[in-house]
């Protein structure tokens, strides 16, 4: 194998990382913006976690969330971001734990 080969597959081996990370990015982000949402509802997440293998939304990530609310009740949710933009939409609410 050449030098010229060895760049060249080393530059199409780069391409799925980027694509990886880039995937990782708007996730986390995604993350960020449940959290944000909970706290202006004046919520506390306790754990948000993503579920990558779900039908709805069909076009952007999903996560199962567990937050407290202003009372100090643990609830249990599903939201998700469809089509990866902001307004977050919740599905599937039901309270665990009563403080």
């Not at 799925?16 to 913006?33: D, G």
Request: glycine share 4%; with cysteine; hydrophobic share 50%.
């Amino acid at each position: 194998m050449s030098a010229e080969d060895f760049t060249v597959w080393r530059n199409i081996a780069v391409i799925p990382v980027v694509i990886c990370l880039l995937q990782f990015l708007s996730i986390t982000l995604c993350r960020e913006w449940v959290k944000s949402d909970l706290r202006q509802k004046i919520c506390e997440p306790v754990s948000v976690r993503w579920r990558p293998f779900t039908w709805w939304p069909v076009w952007g990530p999903a996560f199962r969330v567990v937050y407290k609310d202003a009372v100090g009740i643990v609830h249990a949710a599903r939201c998700g971001v469809p089509a990866w933009h902001r307004p977050v939409v919740w599905r599937e609410d039901e309270i665990v734990d009563v403080a």
